[in-house]
């Protein structure tokens, strides 16, 4: 829920080989390849979709796997009585046709451990907008593969696939599209593979467990694209509650090549006490908002995704109010690397994507009256992962070591490195506030004892908290944002004393068309 709060602070493997695609050091406008090092800058990020599933799913088997259970898409309810009437452990197959429930809107499929649903060709699990969930309860280890689940409406922040978030499930080849809320929750050890997403009401996929921990979640060759038809920023404001995908409390993320595009709103967005995250080949676009939000959560690499042509829409809206704040393609909220959590990285660190075409690059952002037990911070209830209990950060204690630290989310050790960042004004239709890069705070000042206030913040995400761009490629006007949003500077001030940024990049200012 970074935006917000920042508003209210100023103001106040083996598929994996098969769904790859090839993959290229430029991006496809061939922005700046007329120059050697234009040519060496390396990447590595796929130049086209590498998860092109929506048009043509994989279908599953015409005929009945050996031992499964036939289940009719003439009986209603069908589904749901022969799972709940045969052993844990069974393979259901659904034939050809259109599945449904029983018309009450709690009425569900809850699965045993180790079931298996596998989809003939055509089958369809639909919610006839009656029924609120279709896959319900707390098994764990279940299967859903080649099944198109659609038309269910779940309640706000809710799911339709794997409801009660149970750990183990694996979804594959599947198609989740159509329905209010999440089409799909998650749980511990998921796997989420090659599926659609489409045009689900809230979310494509809510990664959140009640009262949990989701640990060692893959989301891997999917296409996930129109989510938030509902249009839930607008109808509650500022919640953060909307995306392609949004993650909470999840330690440790494979998220990688799959295609987010054309979402309202934010295409990735981490939100509070993730950690451990992978995101990488990935192609993300057109999506409304932010490609990506990593927000009030830690250690991450995100490396080798081409993000083009996002962002236009909230940007250009924002521009368009007056609001100076560099909104970005790529936002970290009070986030970075802490290498006294557990993780494959200690830091986070951003290299060998291309930007191509959004509105603006990558901003650092840490709001500083946002902490632990502070009435501004949005995710409420929620305390660091250094510090466990939220009331101990509190006066006179936090004003000193170890809490004044551990009691922050903090924008820190963000290295940020051999990207391409392409810009042509006259494709992203701007002529101002479109091209920037940021690192800033706002100026602290609530509640009254908070003991961030004044330019600390500010002062120690800019110069002292090991934030840095170098070896970059820049093509285009690009400007640059630090300490706070009335400091833009251009390439040579961003580089000279004090703040000594993007070492060894280069810059052509000329548009990247």
Known sequence: MGIKGRQWALAAA?????????????????????????RAMPTDAPSTPVARVCAK????PAKAPAGAVTV?????????????????????????GKHRLEPDRYAQVIPKEGDRYVGAPGAVLDGGKKNQYAFGGSARDVTIRHLTVQRFVAPPDEGVVNHDSADGWVIEHATIQHNSGAGLMAGARQQVRANCLRENGQYGMNAYKSGGLIRDLVVEGNEIVGNNTGDWERRREGCGCTGG?????????????????DNRGTGLWADTNNNDFRIENNVLEANDGAALIYETSYNAVIRKNTIRRNNW???????????NFPFATVYLSESGGEPRIPARTSKIEIYRNVLENNWSGITLWENADRFCNSPANTSSGDCTLLVKKTDRCAQPAIAT????????????????????????????????????????????????????????????????????WHDNDYL?????????????????????????????????ARDGG
């Open 14 to 38: 083996p598929l994996a080989l098969a769904l790859l695609a090839a993959t290229g050091c430029d991006s496809t406008s061939g922005g700046g390849a007329d120059t050697p090092d234009a």
């Open 57 to 60: 799913p994989v279908a599953g």
């Open 245 to 261: 995908i949004k993650f909470w409390a999840v330690n440790g993320a494979d998220v990688r090549g799959n295609w987010v595009h």
């Open 476 to 508: 285009g006007p690009w400007s640059f944002i630090a300490h706070d949003p009335s400091r833009e500077l251009d390439s040579g001030q961003w580089q000279g004393m004090p703040y000594q940024q993007d070492a060894g990049s280069t810059f052509r």
């Open 72 to 96: 009719d898409p003439g009986v209603v309810g069908d589904l749901a009585a022969k799972t709940k009437s045969h052993p844990a452990n069974t393979t259901f197959w659904l034939r050809p």
């Open 401 to 468: 070591a170890p809490l004044y630290a551990d009691c922050r989310w903090k924008t820190q050790r963000v290295d940020i490195h051999h990207n391409r960042f392409v810009l042509d004004t006259s494709v992203v239709k701007c002529t101002v506030k479109c091209g920037r890069m940021a690192v800033l705070a706002n100026y602290g000042t609530y509640p009254d004892w908070s003991p961030y206030q004044g330019e600390r913040v500010a002062e120690a995400i800019t110069g002292k908290q090991h934030n840095r």
């Open 313 to 323: 829409v909230e940007g250009r809206r924002e521009a368009d109010r007056g609001d």
